[in-house]
């Protein structure tokens, strides 16, 4: 069974950074991606950056030059650094990991929430 947990939600106030960080335990193909994707109230589900086990990236085009994801030297974990925060990135974040091979599965966490005041 995979299981994921965030950690490094909170309150901060507009400008400010947060540190998020993820964890998955479990049996993962080890070509994977690890992400973040974050969802409010009545919205759908967006993705805010990715990272392959290879080091690939990508970002949502609203986070570019201000968010970071890496990933751990402990295996399958991930992180995002998040600075110049706005209220419009209040959200709860979703960590999400996705077998690149093997099975193709998907797995998510619970989510950490983000409130960003102004």
């Known amino acids: 069974q995979v299981v994921l947990v965030e950690s490094g939600g909170g309150l901060v106030q507009a400008g400010g950074s947060l540190r998020l960080s993820c964890a998955a335990s479990?049996?993962?193909?080890?070509?994977?991606?690890m992400a973040w994707y974050r969802q409010t109230l009545g919205e759908q589900r967006e993705l805010v950056a990715s990272?392959?086990?290879?080091?690939?990236?990508l970002y949502g085009n609203s986070v570019k030059d201000r968010f970071t994801i890496s990933r751990g030297n402990a295996e399958n974990t991930v992180y995002l650094q998040m600075t110049s925060l706005k209220p419009e990135d209040t959200a709860v974040y979703y960590c999400?990991?996705?077998?690149?091979?093997?099975?193709?599965?998907?797995?998510w966490g619970k989510g950490t929430l983000v409130t960003v005041s102004s």
């Open positions: 999400n990991v996705r077998e690149l091979g093997g099975g193709q599965r998907r797995y």
């Open positions: 479990g049996s993962i193909f080890s070509s994977n991606a």
């Open positions: 990272i392959t086990n290879t080091a690939y990236t």
